[in-house]
């Protein structure tokens, strides 16, 4: 069994920064591409970063120039750095691993519990 637990959210004021932390735990052989989401109050789950493996990276154009993404391969732990935080960016941001493999098999589309991130004054 594969699990991906997220860290690091909270409440920030306008401007502010915050370091989310997701570590996979299991038998994993390896994982591809782990990436970031977020679903806001009465809103779609929406793409915020992915990256892969060999470290290129995708953004969503309403977060590029203030977050980054980077993952520490031998950890299975990604991370989003999160600068100059907007309200408009609250929401509860989720992991993603579309695809880990692991010692008894493929695992598809994990998702992780969900960490709550809030701008606010």
């Known amino acids: 069994q594969v699990q991906l637990v997220e860290s690091g959210g909270g409440l920030v004021q306008p401007g502010g920064s915050l370091r989310l932390s997701c570590a996979a735990s299991?038998?994993?052989?390896?994982?591809?591409?782990m990436g970031w989401y977020r679903q806001a109050p009465g809103k779609q789950r929406e793409l915020v970063a992915t990256i892969t493996s060999s470290g290129s990276t995708n953004f969503a154009d309403s977060v590029k120039g203030r977050f980054t993404i980077s993952r520490d391969n031998a950890k299975n732990t990604v991370y989003l750095q999160t600068n100059s935080l907007k309200p408009e960016d609250t929401a509860v941001y989720y992991c993603n691993a579309p695809l880990v493999v692991t010692r008894t098999g493929p695992k598809y589309n994990v998702w992780g519990q969900g960490t709550q991130v809030t701008v606010s004054a």
């Open positions: 299991g038998s994993i052989v390896s994982i591809n591409t």
